[in-house]
Every structure is written in C-alpha cells, then in structure tokens.
C-alpha cells in the first residue's frame, strides 16, 4: 500500500490557524517523513510491488535488493 | 530589523558577554532572508525552475530508486543524510578565534556559498535523471574534470574517515564510561540486526526505540562500570590501543553483511542524531545561556592552541560543514534527486535543509561558547603546547589572559565522571560538555551533568562511528570500481577476496591518518582538520565549476555570478590555507617547516615522513583544483566565445501530470 502522504499527492504543510484536522495531517506528515527516513517506507514499496507479505522471507529479499543501495549511499561530514 | 540589530549586537558589543539568543535571531533572520528572497532569485533566474516539467522520480518512477516523495518528506531525509559530525566539530574547534569569526562565516557562507551549492546541483542533478556529481563532472566539464571529482571523493573520504576516527579516539581515551557505552552499541546493533530480520521483520521504527532504551541504560551502566576499578580497569584504554580498535571495526563493518551491523546502526545513529539535535535546540531556547567566550580572541593572530593559523583562511577552512560542503554536492546528486516529485521542490530541499544544517552549527557554536574560556581552552589544548600536568596546563592557559585552575578542571571532570579533562583534543568533548551544561542547567541539574556529558559523548562517538563504517564501504565500492576496469573480478562487489582486498586497502589509507594523528604530540586535529577541511572544500569547488559550466552552456551567463562568487571564496581560502599547511615557515603551520625543525633536533623518522606526507597529500588535491579550474575556465570561455557550441546534456522535456496541482 502506498501511503498517499509520501507518494503523489501529499498533504500541504497546515497553516498556523489549524484545526484538529490539520493537526491530523501534521502528525501523518511526521510520520511520513520518519518512515522514509528510516526505510519503512521503501519496504512497504517493496511489498506493495512484489505484491507480498510483511514476512522474514520478503525483509530478507528487500535487505538484499537494497544492500548495494544503501551501503553506496555516502554519510555526510 | 532583528537580524540587523542581532547582527550588530554580535559584532560590535566588546568586553561584555552576550546572550547566545543574539546568534539564534541572527540567524534565524538571516537565513528567512535567504530563504525568501535569494533562494527566490536563485529559482527564477538563475535555474528558471519549471514547474510544468516531469522529474525523473515522476518518469522513472519504480517504486524502489525512483520514488516521487511529498517535499518534506524529502526534505527530512536529505536533511538526515547532509548532518554529519563535521558541523558540530568545526564550529566548536573555530571558537578558539572567538564566537564572531565563526559565527559571520556560517551565516553569509550558508546563504550565499552553501545552500546555492546545495540547490543548484540538486537541480541540475534532476534534470539529468539523477546523475551523480562524478557522472556530471565528466559529461559537463570533460574527462579530467570527472576523473579529479572521481579521485576528490576517494581523497575526501580517506581523510575524512582519519580525521573522524581521530576524535572518537580523542573522546574515549582515558574514559571507561564513554568507552564501555559506545563499546556496547555494537551488541545493541546485532540485537537489532536481529529483531529486524528475525522477529519483527521491517519494523524499523520500533527497533530503533528498543536500541536507544538499551542506548541510554547502557549509558547508566557507563557509570557503575567506571565506579568499579576491576571493570573500569578493561574499558580504560589509551589512544593508541583504541586506535587499532577502531581500525579493525572499520574493516569488520566494511566486510560483514550490511543487516548484521552497518544498517541497525545506522538507524540507531539517526534516531539518536535526530533526536539530540532537536532537544540541544530546545535546551538553548529554554536555557537562552550566556556566552563567555570573547567575540575575538588573541588567537586571531595563528597561535590559537586548538590549530594554529590566522583566521583567515584557518576559520573557513575549519568551520566546513555548517557554511559550504562539498560533500552534500555527494548527497544532492545521489538519492535526493531521485525522489523529488517536482522541479520547484528542489529550493526547499537543496537550499532549505542546508540552512536547517547551518543552524546545528550556530548551536554547537553555543554549546562551546558557553563554556569559560580557561575550561574551553584547557580541554582542546594539546598537552605538546600548554604541558603535561594540570598546574602546567593551568598556569599556560592562564597566562594567556583565560584564567583557569588546576581545581576547577578537576571539580568539572569529576563532575562529568571523567578522571581528566585536560588535554581532551578533537572538539567532541568540549561541545559534550557545553552540551551537557545547557542540558543540565535546563533538566535535572548538576546531579545529572554527568549523564548528559556521557549522553553526549555517546551520541558524537555513534554517529562518527556510522560516518566511518558506511565510509570505509562506500570506499570500497568504489575502490572495487576502479579496480574492476583493471581486472573484472576485482569489480564484482559479492567476490569475497575483493570484498577483503579493497576493504584492507581503504582501512589502511584511512588508518594510517588516524595513526599518524594518534602519534602526532601536537594532537594530531591540527594537522589533519585543516587537511579535511582543505579536502572537503577541493569537493565544494569540484560541484561549482560543474554549476557554474552547466549555467553559462545553459546561456545564464549573466546570472553565473551566483556561482562564480562562492567558487572564488573557495578558491581563495584553499590555495592560502594549502600554500600555509605546505610552506608556512611556523613549524606549527607548515608540514615542510616542521620535518625541517624535527630533522634538525634529530626527531623521530616517522614523523617527518608524515610531515611530508601531508605536505604531500595538500599538494596533490591543490594540483587537482588549479586542473579542473583551468578546463572549466577553458569550457567557459570557449561557451562564452562563440567557439564551441553549448550543449546542455540534459533530459528532454516532459510535461508532468503534476502541473495542475
């Protein structure tokens, strides 16, 4: 399932004068943001495409996809 | 008219200490300013953003590289990616000039100099479906061009790795509680390694909230381990013995599967990096601390104690990461590019999350301005300039005009549960202990300094180690590349004996730096830093002359000035700072000057030889810049002229089916 607050049409940041749902959309954008960040989110892609369950088996073939990925992306200074 | 009078108040107020809050509104101010309007002009001149125009996330899009991401999504992890250790450890060794020379750099090299590199390369990097800086480099520029990038990435990498490797070494010495808590994230990575893969497979979030609970009681058990003398007695290691620990992590990390260790590190890294940085902003605001730091000091004049050299070009070349980065050119043209969903996205990510980045440096400028001069100078002095022992180092410190006691550093290290402070080079554990003030001051008070002091050791020490282990892989990836063109297998990337073979070779470079740093009695972060930040620096150079080409062939020429400017400064402080670190005639500056002075005393073989390797290793990157100066100024030229024709080697034009949004 792709969630529709990191992929295609996102929410906008809510405005100062926000209601509770604004908020809402906040914490889904927080959310959103800590999932890519820590990888959750690509492997919900993973599954989605590959049409799988969240399984040892399927974490085990996103790890190895992902392995050369992730180990060539640099850390910053 | 708050940033001005934040500004003016930083600048002009002498002989009186100020409140750290006129740094935060300064920038604060400044960076909305940039933001606002010189991003602005940046989008609409300079680049002429496109918003009708299809990113490679939106045309590629594979649901794996190539993923179109809501912008602050993207922004958050470019953000996680750019912050490293480098911005928290300039700032704090560049105080030794005072808080204003650091200061101003940060704010006018972030504007003007590092969040355009930032966004223009991010830009240009989307518009070549994702290329990287290496690939633009030699499309753009011409082979020479992309083989210096090529060999400025490995050289940054190497030194980089050295260098970091060095302040952790610097951090933990002498320290059975840092080392004993830093020791046992290794076990608390595996254990997540493990619970990710096994247990709960994927659920990285929750993994990462079990390793930081296990994180931070290890930090507790740091202290009964220190207050035991049999155990303290095996985490109680000297420079040298943690040195050849960390060397053979390195080569652990880089050849053992990345689930086991790197990837759970990584993430706990983040979650503990992401989760400090906001809570030091919290504790500054809560806190708003008194600055006792001058806003000059004597040490303008090159014979600061932390390096020596002039502020000008030793402030710009140290600060590094927080003003101009090359390294984030690495960052904006790898996965960045890849997930941006739309052209006018690129300003907000590739500029925005630079100046977020500039504003962690103004805090760990706070965090070691905040400290009594005498305490700040005490712990980052290495004992081959103010001596051996506490009174001496006292005595020296105070001397200068930064009164300080033998007392007092004693009362601080046993209230941080440390056995010394002094002589604690590398800059991790004087913005460890300004951090653990501002913390203390703002939740639990001194009972707990201790703790924060460790918390904060723990968290520069994991998040360097992650720089170094993702660093010693991502090197030896590309080591494997090259080596590949020579003889195929060496480029198969799952062949054991390359994996071990590249892996050896690049610990070794890396290793060597650490070695020579650990062995060096002025500390070693005065040779090697201004190297890193030299290197660091020949990068920011290398990503805007690829900028500044790809504007004149896209006929922007008179815009090319928004480039030019930052590529001059750069140019400028490399070469003066590179001709000091290699001909200064001061023995503490000039590699060359020392082998000499060591030669004459009869000094040990091997230090000279490093001398001249450095010396070496300066010139090498300096020969590299003034190459790809010359062809790009030939490109330019040749553009400019009429001489050859201009191609823009970018993907043609799709409209995106986001246009109507």
Redesign the interface.
């Known amino acids: 399932m792709r969630v529709e607050a990191v992929c295609g049409r996102g929410p906008h940041l809510p405005s100062l004068r926000a209601g509770p749902r604004h908020t809402f959309e906040a914490v889904k954008l927080l959310v959103a943001t800590v999932r890519e960040i820590f990888d959750e989110a690509a492997y919900s892609r993973f599954l989605m495409r590959e049409r799988t369950e969240r399984s040892r088996e399927s974490y085990a073939e996103f790890l190895q996809e992902n392995a050369n990925v992730t180990a060539r992306r640099p850390r910053c200074c | 008219m708050a940033g001005a009078v934040s500004i003016a108040t930083i600048a002009l107020r002498r002989g009186e200490e100020i409140n750290a809050m006129w740094l935060v509104v300064a920038a604060v101010c400044c960076y909305a300013l940039g933001y606002r309007f010189y991003s602005s002009f940046i989008a609409a001149k300079v680049l002429v953003l496109d918003s009708e125009r299809a990113t490679p996330a939106e045309r590629l899009d594979n ?3 190539f ?11 470019h953000f ?7 911005p928290l450890v300039g700032p704090v060794l560049a105080a030794q000039f005072g808080y204003l020379p650091g200061t101003l750099w940060l704010l006018a090299g972030a504007v003007f100099g590092g969040c355009v590199q930032d966004f223009v390369i991010l830009l240009l990097s989307v518009r070549r479906d994702g290329k990287s800086l290496t690939e633009m480099a030699r499309d753009e520029i011409g082979p020479v061009g992309g083989f210096i990038a090529y060999a400025a990435v490995i050289s ?2 190497v030194i ?1 790795l050295g260098v ?1 490797a060095l302040v952790v070494v610097n951090a933990l010495k002498s320290s059975p509680w840092g080392t004993f808590t830093i020791a046992m994230t290794i076990p608390i990575a595996l254990l997540m390694g493990v619970y ?3 247990l709960r ?5 929750e993994s ?1 909230l079990l390793g930081f609970i296990l994180v931070v009681l290890a930090i507790w058990g740091g202290k009964w381990i220190s207050q035991t003398p049999s155990m303290a007695h095996w985490f109680t290691l000297t420079a040298t013995s943690l040195a050849l620990i960390i060397i053979g992590y390195g080569f652990a990390a880089s050849a053992l ?3 086991l260790l ?2 759970p590190r ?2 706990l890294s ?2 503990v990096k ?1 989760g400090t940085i906001g809570l030091l902003a919290l504790g500054i605001g809560a806190l708003r601390p008194t600055m006792h730091m001058p806003a000059l000091t004597r040490f303008v004049d090159g014979t600061g104690p932390v390096f020596a050299g002039r502020v000008f070009p030793f402030a710009f070349i140290t600060i ?2 927080g003003a101009i ?1 090359g ?2 050119s ?2 904006s043209s ?2 960045t590019p890849k997930l941006i969903r739309r052209e006018t996205e690129t300003r907000m990510v590739g500029y925005g999350a630079m100046l977020a980045e500039s504003m962690v440096a103004i805090m760990a400028t706070i965090a070691a301005c905040v400290l009594q001069p005498g305490i700040y100078f005490a712990i980052n002095s290495p004992a081959g300039i103010v001596g051996k022992t506490a009174e001496n180092a006292a005595a020296v410190i105070s001397g200068w005009g930064f009164p300080v006691s033998a007392v007092d550093m004693h009362s601080l290290a046993q209230s941080v549960g440390e056995q010394s402070l002094f002589n604690r080079t590398g800059g991790a554990p004087a913005f460890a202990v300004g951090m653990a003030h501002i913390f203390s001051n703002s939740i639990g008070g001194q009972a707990l300094m201790a703790i924060w002091y460790h918390f904060a050791i723990m968290f520069e020490a994991l998040f360097i180690l ?2 170094l282990d ?2 010693t ?2 090197g030896r ?1 590309m080591l494997q590349d090259a080596l590949g063109h020579v003889w195929k297998p060496m480029g198969r ?1 799952s062949w054991y004996p390359s994996i071990l073979f590249t892996s050896a070779m690049i610990v070794a470079a890396w290793g060597y730096f650490l070695w020579q740093g650990v062995k060096d009695p002025l500390g070693g972060i005065n040779s090697l830093w201004p190297l ?1 930040g030299i290197a ?1 620096q020949l990068l920011g150079i290398v990503a805007l002359c690829v900028a500044t080409t790809i504007i004149i062939k896209m006929q922007r020429a008179r815009y090319a000035a928004a480039t030019i400017a930052p590529l001059a400064a750069l140019v400028l402080v490399t070469f003066t700072a590179s001709w000091h670190k290699v001909f200064d005639a001061n023995p503490r500056i000039g590699f060359l000057a020392h082998a000499r002075q060591l030669g004459t005393a009869g000094g040990n073989a091997r230090l000279i030889f490093n001398d001249r390797l450095d010396a070496l290793v300066t010139s090498g990157l300096i020969i590299m810049v003034a190459l790809i100066l010359v062809e790009s100024v030939s490109r330019w030229v040749s553009g400019l002229s009429g001489r050859t024709q201009a191609e823009v080697r970018e993907t043609p034009f799709v409209r995106t089916r986001f246009a109507e ?1």
């Not at chain 2, 996680?80 to 480098?86: H, L, M, R």
């Open positions: 649901g794996r590289d993923v179109p991401t809501n912008k602050w999504v993207v922004f958050g992890h996680a990616a750019i912050a490293g250790p480098g940054i990498i980089l970091c990710l893969r096994r497979p994927g659920r990285v979030l990462s599967p990345v689930w790197l990837a990584d993430y983040t979650f992401l590094a990461c980065s390294f984030h690495l960052i790898g996965t992650t720089v993702a660093g892989r991502v990836f990337t890193f660091n949004e």
